[in-house]
């Protein structure tokens, strides 16, 4: 999981970024060694990177990368995420969350029934 330390900004357009991105999410620039060593100790808004990890729930159709629903490019490969690619996105999540739909109610099952053995005793 990544920290706070590993996020900065775009130097092109201010976008948050994390350490070993080669390409910007928001811009598509692709970064080099000595844009990565710009971009240290740049991020200007900590509370603005916070939900950062959350947002990057899909995978990238070409390079697998994780990436944002929003994200203009995919930090990975670069490739411009285009509005088929994000529909593409994000049915593929619905299929994972189908797949997984019966794990989840026998995890959540279990759960209620420790809890409920516990405010039993």
Known sequence: MRTLNDIYQCIQCKAVVAHGNRH?????????????????????????????NLRD???????QEHVAIKDAYCRGCGDEICDNERQLMKLR???????????????????????????AM
């Open 24 to 52: 910007c999410r928001g811009c598509g620039v692709r970064f080099t060694a000595a844009d990565i060593d710009h971009m240290k100790d740049n991020i200007q808004s900590v509370v603005g990177a916070l939900p950062w």
């Open 57 to 63: 729930v899909y995978r990238c159709v070409h390079c």
């Open 93 to 119: 999540m619905d299929e994972i969350a189908k797949e997984n739909t019966p794990a989840l109610i026998g995890l959540l099952t279990f759960v209620l029934l420790v809890i409920l053995a516990l405010v």
